[in-house]
């Protein structure tokens, strides 16, 4: 798997905030979504979606799961009832890595983990991992998902 380090440039992001099971993802990120389709923010060149990992599913108790689902802005967010926050994710130096499948089963943030990060002389930075979601929506296949996954460091 290819790997790079790049300076990752702070983003201003539109976050949900997913406290509990994976399971309910979905439907969280859904609410960004409407916000996203009610505020016409569908240029996906310009308003890239992310999700910013806090936790590990697969080593989490499922109550205990947190991840943010966002869409790069411009503007901060106003009152809305979808509960979408302005959130940014830093300035930071990362490794990054292209997965293409499913996103159920990310195979660049597990080589990451267990395999570049042990053997590159690299420590984990302040900021949790990262994933780019490079292609979204109804139309894509699991087959076609393509997650940039980017792992900040030190």
Not at 12 to 29: F, Q, S, Y
Not at 69 to 94: A, M, Q, W, Y
Request: hydrophobic share 40%; aromatic share 10%.
């Amino acid at each position: 798997m290819d790997v790079q380090i790049v300076l990752f440039p702070e983003t201003k992001v539109a976050a949900i905030e997913h406290h509990g099971p994976p399971a309910l993802e979905h439907a969280t990120a859904q609410k960004l979504i409407a916000w996203k389709l009610a505020h016409a923010l569908v240029d996906p060149l310009k308003y890239r979606s992310y999700g910013v990992h806090y936790t590990n599913p697969q080593t989490t108790p499922a109550a205990e799961h947190h991840v943010d689902f966002c869409l790069s802005i411009d503007e901060d967010v106003g009152p809305n009832p979808h509960g979408i926050i302005t959130k940014v994710i830093p300035r930071c130096r990362c490794a990054l890595a292209r997965d293409i499948g499913s996103r159920a089963n990310n195979k660049a943030a597990a080589y990451l983990y267990e395999q570049w990060l042990p053997q590159s002389g690299e420590s984990i930075g302040g900021f949790p991992i990262f994933f780019h979601y490079v292609n979204v929506g109804p139309g894509i296949r699991e087959e076609e998902m393509i997650t940039d996954v980017y792992l900040p460091l030190r």
